[in-house]
């Protein structure tokens, strides 16, 4: 699979997925997602990703799950040093269904590739039976 990108002048470039053909511009001028804004939507995304190919297998319904990616800059070398996420869950489950959506989020893959280096606090939240 082969994302193509464009570089389009005042530090703006454009990257098709090819597959697919959407676009998505990334903005160095803080009007929109940059690199690193995309690095933290990858983690969050993934993560839904992971616990809802999980809760379709068992039949756990996520819907209206909702998550929010901070991240925290580091120096010496700039980089994203840590990660602070919380997921906000809409629906009453069993201990065992916190559990398996709790590791199915662990599973992800982005959060994998990141450097050993960068923390990854992640807090779930459950409402209440």
């Not at 580091?74 to 602070?84: C, K, L, Q, S, V």
């Amino acid at each position: 699979m082969t994302i193509s990108g464009k570089y389009l002048g005042n530090l703006c470039s454009e990257f098709t997925h090819n597959p697919s053909g959407v676009k998505i511009n990334i903005d160095g001028n803080g009007q929109g997602f940059s690199p690193i804004d995309l690095t933290a939507t990858a983690l969050g995304s993934c993560m839904i990703a992971m616990m809802a190919y999980t809760a379709e297998s068992k039949g756990i319904n996520i819907e209206g799950l909702n998550i929010e990616v901070d991240r925290v800059m580091a120096d010496a070398p700039r980089r994203i040093g840590e990660f602070n996420i919380v997921v906000n869950f809409t629906q009453v489950y069993t201990d065992k269904e916190k559990a398996l959506l709790q590791k199915a989020a662990e599973t992800c893959p982005v959060k994998k590739t990141l450097s050993s280096d960068c923390i990854i606090n992640v807090v779930m939240n459950f409402p209440n039976q």
